[in-house]
């Protein structure tokens, strides 16, 4: 994509100010998530499956559509990435006391040895990753990374400063993603 030249002392436009950023954020992203891909599936476990197993074990106890809500999966795909990390001995089902509907979900033993042997693969990577960077950078991009996410997390709970939702719901995004092919 081209851009327009500005001329010296003229203020940058918001997509010039945040090209770098866009760029930047895209690339780290997608690393992330073919690293994710690659060690997560060399522990026989689809990308999925890692993410849930991750938050099951930070959150003991939590509610099958919690996660769901987490992972923005329908409830009968975490329901499916759920048993299958059952089925391989990762995870057991609970009914909630309040609610013998819902499920709570836990790690078990193996689970939370097979969560910790990941963690511990991806923490040397990290290690080696930062060992270019001096303490105060790391302690700066650990800040900054810390703000961005919690900035995207609450936004992903309120509603756009546009007052229209940041996305719509999936059956609506659906028939206009049909609607374009026709």
Known sequence: MARSRRKEGEPKSAPDELAGFDDALWRLNRVIQFRDRDRICCAGLTVSQGHALELIARTPGMRLVDLAERLHLDKSTATRVTAALVALGYVRRSPAPADARASLLAC???????????????????????????????????????????????????????????????????????????
């Open 108 to 182: 078990t033993v193996k689970g939370k040895r097979a969560h910790a042997e990941l963690r511990a693969l991806l923490a040397m990577e990290h290690l080696q990753l930062v060992a270019e960077l001096s303490e105060r950078e790391r302690a700066t991009v650990t800040s900054v990374l810390t703000r961005l996410a919690n900035l995207l997390e609450r936004r992903e709970r309120t509603p756009s400063v546009m007052g229209e939702p940041d996305c719509c719901p999936k059956e609506q995004a659906h028939a206009r993603f049909q609607r374009r092919q026709t």
